[in-house]
């Protein structure tokens, strides 16, 4: 992955007090958040570990985010529908580079395109199968809730629990 210029400007690792000059620098956060995951097939970042990852710490020039502003940049992409909470302390959330009604659209397309309108595949195999197709690296929470999206829709049902799924 290619990091944008700030990546390696100092400043960019503390939050600038100015309120354009932060709007600004979060929205190239939110931008680098959303690449880096998509190009890293990151789907889950925990606020325990995310100081370590080298998004957020560039040790060519020896500066971190602090957890402080990493959790501002993900409540930035909540607010954005890029980034769920799975708990309420807002320590662990769900990454989407791209929404779970548009993965379960994916999905839908290679169901049908294979000939498996009908079957039944299991979490495991579609999973497996994302491996080839643009789900990649997309986790089985988010595989889930886009299944749960397709079932709201009628183009499939999911079974009680969540293990497989018949598409009509």
Not at 18 to 26: D, G, M, P, V
């Amino acid at each position: 992955m290619e990091w944008p210029w700030q990546y390696s400007f100092p400043p960019f690792f503390s939050l600038q007090p100015h309120q354009a000059t932060r709007a600004k620098q979060i929205e190239a956060w939110r931008h680098l958040v959303l690449n880096y995951c998509q190009v890293n097939t990151v789907s889950v970042l925990d606020l325990a570990s995310a100081p370590e990852l080298p998004l957020f710490h560039n040790s060519s020039i020896s500066r971190r985010l602090p957890v402080e502003a990493i959790k501002e940049v993900l409540e930035d992409l909540a607010g954005r529908g890029n980034l769920e909470w799975v708990d309420k302390t807002k320590r662990r959330g769900l990454v989407y580079w791209r929404s779970p009604q548009q993965i379960g659209q994916e999905i839908y397309k290679w169901v049908s395109d294979s000939g498996q309108t009908g079957g039944v595949l299991t979490v495991l195999e579609i999973i497996e199968e994302g491996e080839k197709n643009s789900w990649k690296g997309v986790s089985e929470e988010i595989v889930i809730k886009a299944l749960n999206a397709l079932e709201c829709d009628k183009k499939c049902e999911v079974f009680e629990d969540n293990d497989g799924v018949k598409f009509f």
